[in-house]
Nanobody, 121 residues
Framework: QVQLEESGGGLVQAGGSLRLSCAASVRTFSLYTMGWFRQVPGKERDFVAGVSWRGGTYYSDSVKGRFTISRHNAKNTVYLQMNSLKPEDTAVYYC???????????????WGQGTQVTVSS
């Protein structure tokens, strides 16, 4: 069983920053590709950023240059540093995991419950 728990969401003004964390309850965390997705009411869940088990990263065009994904394998944790936040970044953010996955933008097997991020203008 793989369980994921997000934290770090909250309310921030436009231009501010937040750091999201996702803790995974799995021993072989270093073998999992990890991703961040976001969803707003009435819309599909969209890919935001991902880091593969090999260490490679990939970002959606809307967050390139503003968000940074990283992982600390010893802590079984993946992070999403969000800078220069915009109101359009408001969403529920979810982390996801898939073992030995080389496709970063899709194909995840496990999902967290999500954490709310609200950016005010």
């Amino acid at each position: 069983q793989v369980q994921l728990e997000e934290s770090g969401g909250g309310l921030v003004q436009a231009g501010g920053s937040l750091r999201l964390s996702c803790a995974a309850s799995v021993r072989t965390f270093s073998l999992y590709t990890m991703g961040w997705f976001r969803q707003v009411p009435g819309k599909e869940r969209d890919f935001v950023a991902g880091v593969s088990w090999r260490g490679g990263t990939y970002y959606s065009d809307s967050v390139k240059g503003r968000f940074t994904i990283s992982r600390h394998n010893a802590k079984n944790t993946v992070y999403l540093q969000m800078n220069s936040l915009k109101p359009e970044d408001t969403a529920v953010y979810y982390c996801a995991a898939a073992k030995f996955r080389d496709t970063i933008t899709a194909g995840y097997d496990y999902w967290g419950q999500g954490t709310q991020v609200t950016v005010s203008s």
